[in-house]
């Protein structure tokens, strides 16, 4: 027999009927594969995107650009942690404006002789062309992707899996795609050329943030004043995002997957008994069903080793040494740094689990030789599943939830939170508008059914509206509404907290998207009723920041009215996707419509 729990594996299946099932499983497109979404440096050129000509692709800097600005809020004390609590001894404001200014106009001698200004570094660090070995070449998908989960906002909300029906089983593969694709983030994250640009960047902002401490420390001392502690809340500030990021996604991954698993198990039960007392169960429906099992064990298996981000280096030390070998015979399962050597580890330990296990069923059944077909079709899958459960508990230990948000956090501090939204359609009736406005006041206002507290954040989320027509603005003259909405959010009767860069906009055919929408939706659920939102600052003589990675973008984007709030509003409240960015989602459309995350699938064939 040959050696390790590979060889045991391969004499009991057979090592050609492994691989085969292993080749299938990948050719399903089903599962995480993080290899069509990134491009390593060194290999960008013609050939290595040739068969991948419809993707766009984009430079990445792995820092999101918001991370910043976010913990010069916490550490003033303005606002908590993205895990809720509140730092210790916050600095006062006016220090921390002095990450803006020269170190020659504050700092006491010998800080005084640094040259530029602490912000200005850090931001060279993140983003600068000359820093340009740490930047990655990524698919636009996985970076809206890891945009969205940097900040703790799941891919889809509670709503948007139900319009999409992705609880169907002909819809199976989308949803499977969907959870993938947010394992492919961490995959990215976590591929070691990533994983070393990443920690290189924190350790480097740590270095001038420690130097900041100190001048900053000397000029207190001079007042008589204590020490912070400004790199220390730097480190408990990253540690606390990577563990929102780490465990909303695992949870919101491994949620969904346990519902699809259970869908599945009962269909298994069900074919299970319609075959009981014949020869055999395993007709082309009892296969499909074990294939989407498969696809959902490995989604399961690499959610619960891959969602993980590691800060083995991240405050400047040195790095662990390296782990001793492992023994997944008579060790719990741990975290290694190295992805690669996780996959391997927890497949090691899930199958010994797996094959105790079966092996006490053989051991249990001896004196029963007749199992039923029951017994045979479902034993497995249930001990699978079983068997995974006790690694993801040995990995990962209890699950951890949050009561709220981040995004959720920033608008429970203020009273009202929204949009200005403009009627600039006057050519319907005004029972067609009073008809229109039924339909979408419905639409917006049903989301976050699955956020605590939603009626108190439903009832702070406001829409402003204005007529074009008492502003004496023609309709669809979209310049004149961005010169009047600017001038708008300067005066005092603009409403605190709302967005002064973007606006919301009805036009024609917004409203003839609510009053006659499309009999079929495709992929489904995608063609619901939208508004427009315009960027109040864009120049089109000036174009995109970014022309290369929003090809065609005008300064507006189409979005579905169900996604205003829990979606759009969440990602404009944490700063991570501006207009410009979520253009490329929706350019591809016929409607030109955002809709938020896709994936492309295949159709799925009928279990019926």
Same mark, same amino acid.
């Given at each position: 027999?040959?050696?390790?729990?590979?060889?045991? !594996?391969?004499?009991?299946?057979?090592?050609?009927?492994?691989?085969?099932?292993?080749?299938?499983?990948?050719?399903?497109?089903?599962?995480?594969?993080?290899?069509? @979404?990134?491009?390593?440096?060194?290999?960008?050129?013609?050939?290595?995107?040739?068969?991948?000509?419809?993707?766009?692709?984009?430079?990445?800097?792995?820092?999101?650009?918001?991370?910043?600005?976010?913990?010069?809020?916490?550490?003033?004390?303005?606002?908590? !942690?993205?895990?809720?609590?509140?730092?210790?001894?916050?600095?006062?404001?006016?220090?921390?404006?002095? $990450?803006?200014? /020269?170190?020659?106009?504050?700092?006491?001698?010998?800080?005084?002789?640094?040259?530029?200004?602490?912000?200005?570094?850090?931001?060279?660090?993140?983003?600068?062309?000359?820093?340009?070995?740490?930047?990655?070449?990524?698919?636009?998908? !996985?970076?809206?992707?890891?945009?969205?989960?940097?900040?703790?906002?799941?891919?889809?909300?509670?709503?948007?899996?139900?319009?999409?029906? +992705?609880?169907?089983?002909?819809?199976?593969?989308?949803?499977?795609?969907?959870?993938?694709?947010?394992?492919?983030?961490?995959?990215?994250?976590?591929?070691?050329?990533?994983?070393?640009?990443?920690?290189?960047? %924190?350790?480097?902002?740590?270095? *001038? %943030?420690?130097?900041?401490?100190?001048?900053?420390?000397?000029?207190?001392? !001079?007042?008589?004043?204590?020490? *912070?502690? *400004?790199?220390?809340?730097?480190?408990?500030?990253?540690?606390?995002?990577?563990?929102?990021?780490?465990?909303?996604?695992?949870?919101?991954? =491994?949620?969904? #997957?346990?519902?699809?698993?259970?869908?599945?198990?009962?269909?298994?039960?069900?074919?299970?008994?319609? @075959?009981?007392?014949?020869? =055999?169960?395993?007709?082309?429906?009892?296969?499909?069903?074990?294939?989407?099992?498969?696809?959902?064990?490995?989604?399961?298996?690499?959610?619960?080793?891959?969602?993980?981000?590691?800060?083995?280096?991240?405050?400047?030390?040195?790095?662990?040494? #390296?782990?001793?070998?492992?023994?997944?015979?008579?060790?719990?399962?741990?975290?290694?740094?190295?992805?690669?050597?996780?996959?391997?580890?927890?497949?090691?330990?899930?199958?010994?689990?797996?094959?105790?296990?079966?092996?006490?069923?053989?051991?249990?059944?001896?004196?029963?030789?007749?199992?039923?077909?029951?017994?045979?079709?479902?034993?497995?899958?249930?001990?699978?599943?079983?068997?995974?459960?006790?690694?993801?508990?040995?990995?990962?230990?209890?699950?951890?939830?949050?009561?709220?948000?981040?995004? *959720?956090?920033?608008?429970?501090?203020?009273?009202?939170?929204?949009?200005?939204?403009?009627?600039?359609?006057?050519?319907?009736?005004?029972?067609?508008?009073?008809?229109?406005?039924?339909?979408?006041? /419905?639409?917006?206002?049903?989301?976050?059914?699955?956020?605590?507290?939603?009626?108190?954040?439903?009832?702070?989320?406001?829409?402003?509206?204005?007529?074009?027509?008492?502003?004496?603005?023609?309709?669809?003259?979209?310049?004149?509404?961005?010169?009047?909405?600017?001038?708008?959010?300067?005066?005092?009767?603009?409403?605190?907290?709302?967005?002064?860069?973007?606006?919301?906009? $009805?036009?024609?055919?917004?409203?003839?998207?609510?009053?006659?929408?499309?009999?079929?939706?495709?992929?489904?659920?995608?063609?619901?009723?939208?508004?427009?939102?315009?960027?109040?600052?864009?120049?089109?003589?000036?174009?995109?920041?970014?022309?290369?990675?929003?090809?065609?973008?005008?300064?507006?984007?189409?979005?579905?009215?169900?996604?205003?709030?829990?979606?759009?509003?969440?990602? $404009? /409240?944490?700063?991570?996707?501006? +207009?410009?960015?979520?253009?490329?989602?929706?350019?591809?459309?016929?409607?030109?419509?955002?809709?938020?995350?896709?994936?492309?699938?295949?159709?799925?064939?009928?279990?019926?």
């Amino acid at each position: 027999m040959a050696g390790g729990l590979n060889g045991v !594996l391969d004499d009991l299946v057979g090592k050609e009927k492994r691989q085969q099932i292993r080749n299938n499983l990948i050719a399903r497109g089903n599962i995480p594969s993080v290899k069509e @979404h990134f491009v390593p440096r060194g290999e960008w050129h013609a050939d290595s995107v040739s068969a991948a000509s419809e993707k766009l692709w984009i430079v990445d800097r792995i820092l999101e650009h918001q991370t910043i600005g976010q913990f010069l809020t916490v550490a003033m004390g303005r606002g908590p !942690l993205p895990t809720g609590e509140m730092v210790n001894q916050p600095l006062g404001e006016e220090e921390w404006f002095l $990450v803006a200014r /020269a170190y020659s106009d504050w700092a006491p001698p010998p800080f005084n002789t640094e040259e530029g200004e602490p912000i200005d570094k850090i931001n060279h660090i993140i983003g600068s062309t000359e820093e340009a070995d740490r930047m990655q070449i990524i698919s636009k998908e !996985l970076q809206a992707m890891k945009a969205r989960l940097w900040e703790g906002i799941m891919p889809l909300s509670a709503r948007r899996w139900r319009e999409k029906q +992705l609880y169907d089983t002909k819809n199976f593969s989308a949803a499977c795609r969907i959870l993938s694709m947010a394992i492919n983030v961490f995959w990215y994250l976590n591929l070691g050329v990533v994983q070393a640009a990443l920690r290189k960047t %924190l350790v480097l902002i740590d270095g *001038v %943030l420690r130097t900041f401490e100190k001048a900053l420390n000397s000029k207190r001392a !001079l007042a008589g004043e204590p020490a *912070v502690e *400004v790199s220390r809340k730097w480190h408990q500030f990253i540690r606390s995002k990577y563990a929102v990021m780490v465990n909303r996604t695992h949870g919101w991954v =491994t949620d969904h #997957v346990e519902h699809m698993k259970a869908k599945v198990l009962e269909q298994l039960e069900a074919c299970a008994l319609s @075959h009981e007392g014949t020869e =055999t169960g395993y007709n082309e429906k009892l296969m499909r069903l074990y294939d989407m099992w498969q696809d959902l064990g490995e989604i399961s298996s690499r959610a619960d080793y891959t969602i993980l981000m590691p800060m083995d280096g991240y405050d400047g030390s040195e790095m662990e040494p #390296v782990q001793s070998k492992y023994n997944f015979r008579t060790q719990p399962l741990r975290i290694a740094l190295d992805i690669n050597r996780r996959n391997s580890e927890y497949h090691d330990r899930r199958g010994h689990l797996l094959m105790k296990m079966e092996v006490d069923t053989v051991l249990a059944n001896m004196g029963n030789p007749k199992a039923s077909e029951l017994d045979k079709i479902m034993g497995t899958p249930r001990r699978q599943d079983a068997a995974q459960k006790l690694v993801r508990a040995e990995l990962r230990g209890e699950p951890v939830r949050y009561e709220k948000e981040p995004w *959720v956090t920033m608008i429970r501090e203020v009273e009202e939170w929204g949009f200005v939204i403009y009627r600039s359609c006057h050519s319907c009736s005004d029972n067609e508008w009073d008809s229109f406005r039924a339909k979408f006041d /419905a639409d917006e206002a049903d989301w976050g059914s699955e956020l605590a507290g939603v009626e108190t954040l439903r009832q702070r989320s406001k829409l402003h509206w204005l007529d074009t027509k008492d502003l004496g603005i023609d309709d669809g003259d979209i310049e004149a509404l961005k010169s009047s909405f600017r001038d708008f959010a300067e005066t005092a009767e603009f409403p605190t907290r709302f967005p002064t860069d973007i606006f919301l906009m $009805v036009d024609e055919a917004s409203v003839a998207s609510y009053l006659s929408p499309p009999t079929v939706s495709s992929p489904t659920g995608d063609d619901g009723g939208f508004v427009c939102v315009v960027a109040a600052n864009f120049d089109p003589a000036e174009g995109a920041d970014r022309p290369a990675e929003s090809p065609g973008y005008g300064g507006t984007l189409r979005v579905l009215g169900s996604l205003l709030w829990d979606d759009l509003s969440a990602l $404009v /409240a944490s700063h991570s996707q501006h +207009l410009e960015k979520l253009w490329p989602l929706a350019m591809s459309r016929e409607s030109h419509v955002y809709v938020g995350p896709t994936v492309k699938v295949h159709k799925e064939p009928s279990l019926t």
